[in-house]
């Protein structure tokens, strides 16, 4: 667990990705990564986990996907009409 004020070290994505395929297509052993490149297991063992589950090491994004395709009037059409039907609704409550 990250504790506070700890600063974490950033590495090269080919870097990554260089360990990532070491272990998975020569099979070279967590510990020997990690002796060799001076990382710890634990980082390793995340990339490789990242790198099965998405295919990649920088494919998955955090946080909320952007809407690209905005379409404002159509949106406030949707909105007038529904308006109009709670002012229906609301006039056969009365």
């Not at 967590?30 to 490789?48: A, M, N, P, Q, R």
């Not at 009409?81 to 009365?94: A, P, S, Y």
Request: hydrophobic share 30%.
């Amino acid at each position: 667990m990250a504790k506070k004020g700890q600063i974490f070290k950033k590495y090269p994505l080919d870097l990554k990705l260089k360990i990532v395929k070491e272990k998975i297509d020569v099979g070279k052993s967590y510990k020997f990564l990690s002796d060799h490149y001076k990382i710890s297991e634990g980082t390793i063992t995340t990339w490789v986990y990242m790198y099965r589950r998405d295919g990649g090491l920088d494919i998955k994004q955090k946080g909320r996907p952007v809407e690209l395709d905005i379409d404002y009037k159509e949106r406030y059409e949707i909105l007038k009409k529904f308006q109009d039907f709670l002012g229906v609704v609301e006039q056969k409550k009365k």
